[in-house]
């Protein structure tokens, strides 16, 4: 197994462990519901073990794939699938559940919401990233968007929201916090499970492209397209360069720009995923 394939195992089982976590420490004794697996077997809690379920609707959907959706997703998802209700079991043997939210005695509800969303959207992100899912019910989601053809936003709408309306009905309340819950880990599973960096990429138009170019290379390491463009006014024709840098360039190649040619046209535009060399990691390759 290379470095590429460890990294990618290791950062799903601490996304796997961080989403489990923030799950039953959190969620679970607070019988908050976001959807999903994990959203059933805490409103299914008072029939079967919350793992127990987990276990068998897990391996249930994991096969329901394996048959509709091929043995690629099933190689890609077994892993975080069976992981996540394992390391569940293990917490309900040695830890009880309201270990921490025992002691929280103001607005618990308001932390457990909130902070059960960092952990499962910090959790499930990272293992986005690595090109895995958790199962479960993303079985269904991928199912919907691949033989009714929408989207898969839609689908994953469609399931969460039918689950959490549920948990509305039994309880509007805890519904509501478990609404807010679900929107903190969509905003963190949106941010982390990008797979490359996020950066700057700078336009410039300028008459010192030779002398850009070089400072470029020579401070900043980084390559350069050249456009060629045309004044609306003037009809002079110009190189424009196009270089995408991180956070930390970007005041360094201000600078050069003002070394360079102090009256270059610049423009800087935030871009939100760059991948490539220098930005994003060597994939592994199963």
Not at 231 to 245: A, N, P, W
Not at 259 to 272: G, L, Y
Request: net charge positive; aromatic share 12%; charged share 15%.
């Amino acid at each position: 197994m290379n470095k590429a394939k460890i990294r990618e195992v290791t950062e799903i089982t601490a996304g796997v462990v961080i989403m489990s976590a923030g799950f039953y420490f959190f969620l679970l004794p607070l019988n908050l519901v976001i959807g999903g697996v994990m959203g059933v077997a805490v409103i299914t809690r008072d029939v079967i073990p919350v793992s127990l379920f987990m276990y068998i609707a897990n391996f249930v959907l994991l096969m329901l794939g394996w048959l509709v959706l091929g043995k690629l997703f099933f190689v890609k998802t077994a892993f975080a699938t069976l992981l996540s209700p394992t390391i569940v079991w293990i917490l309900e043997k040695t830890v009880p559940a309201d270990y921490f939210m025992k002691f929280m005695t103001e607005s618990p509800l308001l932390i457990g919401a909130a902070f059960g969303g960092i952990f499962l959207g910090i959790g499930l992100g990272i293992v986005i990233r690595n090109n895995a899912t958790t199962g479960g019910i993303d079985v269904v989601q991928n199912i919907m968007h691949k033989y009714l053809h929408m989207p898969f936003s839609t689908a994953m709408y469609i399931t969460d929201g039918a689950i959490i309306l549920i948990a509305m009905i039994i309880n509007f309340q805890l519904g509501l916090y478990a609404v807010g819950s679900m929107m903190i880990s969509g905003l963190l599973i949106d941010r982390l499970s990008i797979e490359g960096k996020a950066g700057y990429t700078v336009f410039i138009v300028t008459d010192h492209t030779e002398m850009m170019q070089q400072k470029i290379y020579e401070k900043l390491e980084r390559g350069i397209t050249k456009v060629k463009v045309v004044g609306g006014y003037s009809k002079q024709e110009k190189d424009m360069i196009m270089c995408t840098v991180d956070r930390a360039q970007l005041y360094m190649f201000k600078y050069i720009i003002k070394q360079a040619d102090p009256k270059a046209f610049t423009f800087v535009t935030k871009t939100k995923e760059v991948l490539g060399e220098g930005f994003s990691r060597e994939s592994a390759q199963w």
